[in-house]
């Protein structure tokens, strides 16, 4: 059973595991109609990956007896510079998920909720991989710039990723 404060910790990172999805279909958006189409296929990838990252959320929450409860999700920037800007907010956003989850450890330990803690874990690795692949992506881009060769390689290589889904528990 959840305590009030883990429950109420647990559908606010639903919440934001949400607006994340919501925020690189956006970015996806804008890198189609810059015509970087392996750029939108990224942050599709990126969607999926958060839509199943909310999902183990709201699922771990109902086998362990909570209410899941979903709030209005704000709107995402819809306008960026060139193809770097969403990268670099991609980073600052990774980050700031990757606080939030900290905060659910630490949430999770001062109430004494070793499920909870352990559940948590997967998303501490998942983390890392978050942000070491958009800080990949920045330093690639940072090195072409707005070269139309070096931005097409990349792209085309942003074109490669796809979804994997969250193998089954």
């Given at each position: 059973?959840?305590?009030k404060?883990?429950?109420?910790?647990?559908?606010?990172?639903?919440?934001?595991?949400?607006?994340?999805a919501?925020?690189?279909?956006?970015?996806?958006?804008?890198?189609?109609?810059?015509?970087?189409?392996g750029?939108?296929n990224?942050?599709?990838?990126?969607?999926?990956?958060?839509?199943?990252?909310?999902?183990?959320?709201?699922?771990?929450?109902?086998?362990?007896?909570?209410?899941?409860?979903?709030?209005?999700?704000?709107?995402?920037?819809?306008?960026?510079?060139?193809?770097?800007?969403?990268?670099?907010?991609?980073?600052?956003?990774?980050?700031?998920?990757?606080?939030?989850?900290?905060?659910?450890?630490k949430?999770?330990r001062?109430?004494?909720?070793?499920?909870?803690?352990?559940f948590l874990?997967?998303?501490?690795?998942?983390?890392?991989?978050?942000?070491?692949?958009?800080?990949e992506?920045?330093?690639?881009?940072?090195?072409?710039?707005?070269?139309g060769g070096?931005?097409f390689?990349i792209?085309?290589?942003l074109?490669?990723?796809?979804?994997t889904p969250?193998?089954?528990?």
């Amino acid at each position: 059973m959840l305590s009030k404060k883990m429950l109420d910790s647990l559908n606010y990172q639903i919440n934001r595991e949400l607006y994340s999805a919501y925020l690189y279909m956006s970015m996806a958006a804008y890198a189609a109609d810059s015509g970087l189409n392996g750029a939108a296929n990224w942050f599709e990838v990126q969607t999926k990956e958060e839509m199943s990252h909310a999902q183990k959320f709201y699922n771990y929450v109902l086998q362990q007896g909570g209410r899941v409860v979903l709030d209005s999700i704000e709107a995402p920037p819809i306008e960026f510079k060139s193809i770097l800007e969403p990268f670099e907010e991609t980073l600052r956003h990774e980050k700031v998920v990757t606080g939030l989850i900290n905060d659910l450890v630490k949430t999770a330990r001062e109430e004494n909720d070793n499920a909870t803690e352990i559940f948590l874990q997967w998303f501490v690795t998942e983390q890392v991989e978050e942000e070491a692949s958009a800080a990949e992506i920045i330093q690639k881009l940072k090195l072409v710039g707005n070269e139309g060769g070096g931005l097409f390689m990349i792209d085309k290589e942003l074109a490669q990723r796809v979804f994997t889904p969250i193998a089954a528990e």
